[in-house]
């Protein structure tokens, strides 16, 4: 990838741009270094061939795969989903010349709403030798907000054809959080996995979430985001990024608690004596503060659930599971098959060749065959469930207004479940990352294939409503990381590095329509992580829809590159002091940052550059709490973390978010973007300045927790 202005071999014709705009991709683009970027024709050819679209490097084919795509949309009568906001919008329509059409649409609650038609409108196309004229039908402004369907016949000399599709009615603008315009909140961010207590096998799970609720809610905090809790792998190696998940729809039964399974309390005195033993042998790395061990942890608990699941269930124990089993249907009965095929596999059983398809006739014999572990697996989705239910009810009756904040990751590992399963939704041989930038100079490449934009349509969205509902179900709020996904995702086919990819670009009216008609529904907040290269009118987008944006105050400059002022910060936005991707506010005090990039050979300028402009930045940060009476020339490093905290809440911000590490002197960074195994990524666990564990047994009398949440309380309420 090279700027414009450099001499390029492999410049696009103007045919294969054309094409490339065609499916949503950007043939040129602005760097974050302010350069303007022409993408070469073999990033086009390749991202194209994944969308289904092989084309050659003569102008012909390309002009023939033009034409086409032009006339897929005239080709249907019926468009296979429509997208509107409530009280307005139009179905379009592509009639045969000659021919009469009859529309009704069927409304989620089974009722029927006749449409008019109006007359045969001047836009006309020949398609396959025949004339459609294009009918622009509008809407009736009283369509109940829902998942409805319309059904069309077209009436003909000879014969009537008869289509359907999806129609989305969705909400104009989602209600402000907690309670509407001019209230705020604040709430605390944790990685739940590395938040433990005495009872926990090794690692923070969904019984530690509702006693962290409680902690935060008595404290005056309205929610408790926490890291995606999606699930991942069913044997060892257990991925350790939560953002890497095999499935964003269901969740990481790492995170049960056995011993609140109702069956526990009906084992055998062995498998008692067993059960204590392995929860001993897991909870004995609690106070571990170097590294969390993801695979130990599932290796005892997975034989603990083993022995629960074979406990016969009471009458309501096994009714409830039977409902759960038939309301998540047969997404659930292909997820629980994928982790049931991923432990025959790893048992040396029967490998499956690579590319073997859920609809394979070998797969569809196993599914017979391990209907058992089938049935495990489900199992416990209704036990994560159950579990979680219990941590929202926790949150609720701590006084919180908003309760748990679920955290969408951007994708799914190509190895993962949805992608195996819902293998036609997704694009072939590309990988989604992103561009370079000033934090992660080589830019970024995760290893998810990316949702095709037109199988989502195809599909009328319902992949994205499934997961949108079921992380709602038991939540008060979701964040979307990296929200621009819904906008345009940053494409790289298979073998490339970061950089040579380019955005590919999604229906955002739709995805932001079916997101808010879910959280609508729900009775959700929905925030929108949109740091970085989001262009101005994709900000006011979001907050026209009622979604809130994010603000990190490292991040949040003035004109002249100093900390932004807190009055000028906007005000529906979540604003936190930091980010996971960043250390925690020590550590960048102390530019750990930097340190860690330098030593990971991860810069791109000299360490001295990197090292300087880290230098000036936290002295005019310094600066400013100064001059602002906010912490004086010997202000220690707590009063440092809690002053910029209330720098913060005088800002004018809907949410506040307080991290946890920043409230027990952590300095560790959870992630450093950009590695792999050169840094142990999403495994480190609670602790404070010393390296010693943090325990939620300890939390709530902690001095400095106490003082920062307690300074944060002061100030959003006004009190000092």
């Keep these: 990838m090279t700027d414009s202005t450099d001499g390029i071999d492999d410049v696009p014709s103007s045919a294969l741009t054309a094409l490339a705009r065609a499916y949503g991709i950007a043939t040129e683009y602005d760097s974050f270094f302010g350069q303007q970027v022409t993408v070469p024709a073999a990033t086009l050819r390749a991202l194209l061939a994944a969308m289904g679209v092989a084309v050659g490097d003569d102008d012909a084919s390309v002009d023939a795969a033009l034409s086409d795509a032009e006339a897929a949309p005239w080709r249907r009568l019926v468009p296979p989903s429509t997208v509107v906001r409530a009280g307005s919008g139009e179905l379009d329509l592509h009639v045969a010349d000659g021919h009469d059409v009859e529309v009704v649409v ?14 045969q409108q001047p836009v006309a196309r020949s398609i396959d030798g025949a004339t459609r004229w294009r009918v622009r039908v509008p809407l009736p402004a009283d369509l109940p907000l829902g998942w409805h369907t319309v059904n069309a016949r077209q009436s003909g000399a ?8 999806a129609l989305i009615v969705t909400p104009r603008r989602l209600t402000l959080p907690p309670a509407g315009e001019g209230e705020r909140s604040w709430g605390l ?38 890291n995606p809790v999606h699930a991942a792998e069913v044997t060892e190696p257990i991925e350790p990024s939560p953002y890497l998940p095999s499935s964003r729809r269901f969740l990481a039964p790492l995170y049960v608690r056995p011993e609140l399974i109702p069956e526990a309390a009906y084992l ?41 699941f074979a406990v016969e269930p009471s009458p309501a124990r096994r009714t409830g599971f039977d409902a759960f089993v038939r309301r998540e249907g047969r997404a659930l009965a292909d997820f629980a098959l994928w982790c049931a095929l991923r432990e025959h596999e790893a048992a040396g059983n029967e490998p499956l060749p690579a590319g073997t398809a859920i609809d394979d006739p070998a797969v569809t014999e ?13 199992w416990l989705q209704w036990n994560v469930d159950d579990q979680l239910a219990d941590a ?8 919180m207004r908003i309760g748990i904040m679920h955290d969408l990751a951007v994708g799914v590992s190509t190895e993962g479940s949805d992608a195996w399963s819902m293998r036609a939704l997704y694009a072939p041989g590309v990988i989604v990352g992103a561009p370079p930038d000033m934090y992660n100079q080589q830019g970024q490449a995760w290893n998810q294939p990316p949702w095709l934009p037109s199988a989502l349509a195809e599909t009328a969205y319902a992949p994205l409503r499934d997961m949108v509902r079921s992380l709602l179900r038991h939540a008060g709020a979701l964040r979307i990381d990296h929200i621009l996904g819904f906008f345009r995702l940053w494409w790289i086919p298979e073998g490339s590095g970061p950089g040579e990819g380019t955005y590919v670009r999604y229906d955002h009216e739709a995805m932001i329509g079916v997101l808010a008609l879910e959280a609508q529904r729900a009775g959700a907040v929905i925030i929108g992580e949109d740091l970085g290269l989001v262009e101005p009118w994709v900000r006011d987008y979001l907050g026209e829809r009622g979604i809130l944006g994010t603000s990190v105050l490292w991040f949040e400059r003035d004109e002249d ?86 720098f913060l809440a005088a800002s004018p ?56 949440v307690e300074a944060v309380e002061r100030s959003l309420r006004g009190d000092e």
């Design 106 to 119: 069927v409304l989620e609650d089974g009722s029927i709403r006749p449409i008019a038609i109006p007359a």
């Design 561 to 646: 590159g100093g900390p932004l002022p807190p009055e000028k910060y906007r005000t529906d936005v979540l604003a936190t002091v930091n980010t996971h991707d960043l250390p925690p506010t020590a550590g960048y005090l102390d530019g750990e940052h930097v340190a860690l990039r330098a030593r990971l050979q991860l810069l791109t300028r000299s360490v001295e550059d990197e090292w300087a402009d880290f230098e000036a930045e936290r002295d005019r940060m310094l600066g400013v709490l100064r001059s602002q009476g906010l912490i004086d020339d010997d202000a220690s490093e707590q009063q440092v973390v809690e002053a910029l905290h209330v």
């Design 366 to 378: 196993l599914r017979e065959r391990l209907a058992d572990r089938i049935a495990f697996h489900s």
């Design 268 to 308: 055998s005195d062995a498998q008692r004596t067993r059960f204590d033993e392995l929860h001993a042998e897991a909870a004995a790395s609690n106070s571990d503060a170097a590294r969390l061990d993801r695979d130990r942890v599932w290796t005892a608990k997975h034989e603990v659930l083993e022995m629960l």
């Design 189 to 226: 961010m944790a990685q739940l996995y590395s938040v433990r207590s005495h009872r926990s096998w090794g690692l923070g799970d969904f019984a530690d979430l509702a006693d962290l609720a409680a902690i935060a809610g008595e404290s005056g905090a309205d929610y408790l985001l926490i």
């Design 392 to 399: 929202a009810q926790a949150a609720s009756s701590a006084g």
């Design 653 to 708: 911000s809907r949410l506040l978010g307080v991290s946890l590490v920043d409230a027990v002197g952590e300095k560790r960074v959870q992630n450093q973007p950009g590695t792999d195994d050169e840094y142990p990524n999403w495994q480190v666990p609670l602790a404070d300045a010393n390296r010693k564990a943090v325990l939620l047994d300890d939390l709530a009398e902690s001095p400095r927790f106490r003082s920062l």
């Design 158 to 165: 000879t014969d009537d054809i008869i289509e359907t599709g």
